[in-house]
T-cell receptor, first 113, second 114 residues
Framework: QQQVKQSPQSLIVQKGGISIINCAYE??????FPWYQQFPGKGPALLIA?????SEKKEGRFTISFNKSAKQFSLHIMDSQPGDSATYFC????????????FGTGTKLQVIP | SAVISQKPSRDICQRGTSLTIQCQVD?????MFWYRQQPGQSLTLIAT?????????ESGFVIDKFPISRPNLTFSTLTVSNMSPEDSSIYLC???????????FGPGTRLTVL
């Protein structure tokens, strides 16, 4: 019940295209859903996050769509750039009490010129 | 935000030896977390370290194998004991942000056990 399932495992997108990564969770106690971006040799860094009281959050070219009833959320990267090439992890947290982040399995994105 | 440094950045070790990884934060934090990330895999929480108390270990991780110290609010160490090739991984420390939701990660320690 603590799992967060993420797909696809890898993704190749042309420059200027839209990258879409999907995640699904089971635990209804999760109330915070961040996305982390990790470049090779670096630790993950928070990219964007959403709470379940909204269905969409947009920051620049990055948008999270959230479907509470389906227990699914996705990351959309508009106008994808080669600099976006990285591994993306979705995650889920229950922010009340003991904080523990459950990470998805990761998506390796490659944006080709 | 928090700036986190880890030492060493990478190491190659022999089977049966131990390695201690250091994590230094540029501000005082209550909770520090240690993660393992195997090549091409997701992050798995090893333990949570609060200053002044015993670390809390996740299922599958034990103190004898991964002893943790947390002597003050800006520093922690993780020791990987009696290493085997299966311990080859990236070890990351992280801390909570001010709002307790965002986590800031160190750059990681890449460990190879021969």
């Amino acid at each position: 019940q603590q799992q967060v399932k993420q797909s696809p495992q890898s993704l190749i997108v042309q420059k200027g295209g839209i990258s879409i990564i999907n995640c699904a969770y089971e635990n209804t106690a999760f109330d915070y859903f961040p996305w982390y971006q990790q470049f090779p040799g670096k630790g993950p860094a928070l990219l964007i996050a959403i709470r379940p009281d909204v269905s969409e959050k947009k920051e620049g070219r990055f948008t999270i769509s959230f479907n509470k009833s389906a227990k699914q959320f996705s990351l959309h990267i508009m106008d994808s750039q080669p600099g976006d090439s990285a591994t993306y992890f979705c995650a889920a947290e229950n922010s009340g009490g003991y904080q523990k982040v459950t990470f998805g399995t990761g998506t390796k994105l490659q944006v080709i010129p | 935000s928090a700036v986190i440094s880890q030492k060493p950045s990478r190491d190659i070790c022999q089977r049966g030896t131990s390695l201690t990884i250091q994590c230094q934060v540029d501000s005082q934090v209550t909770m520090m977390f240690w993660y393992r990330q195997q090549p091409g895999q997701s992050l798995t929480l090893i333990a949570t370290a609060n200053q002044g108390s015993e670390a809390t270990y996740e299922s599958g991780f034990v103190i004898d194998k991964f002893p943790i110290s947390r002597p003050n609010l800006t520093f922690s160490t993780l020791t990987v004991s009696n290493m085997s090739p299966e311990d080859s991984s990236i070890y990351l420390c992280s801390v909570e942000g001010w709002d307790r939701n965002e986590q800031f990660f160190g750059p990681g320690t890449r460990l190879t056990v021969l």
